[in-house]
């Protein structure tokens, strides 16, 4: 995996995450 990939993975996980809980937005 490239390093680019990983943050991908990251910035969509973390995008999801404050989807799910807003108030720690």
Known sequence: ???LF???IA???YLVYV???P???
């Open 1 to 3: 995996m490239t390093a």
């Open 6 to 8: 990983i943050v991908s």
């Open 11 to 13: 910035v969509f996980a």
């Open 19 to 21: 989807l799910i809980k």
């Open 23 to 25: 108030e720690k937005f």
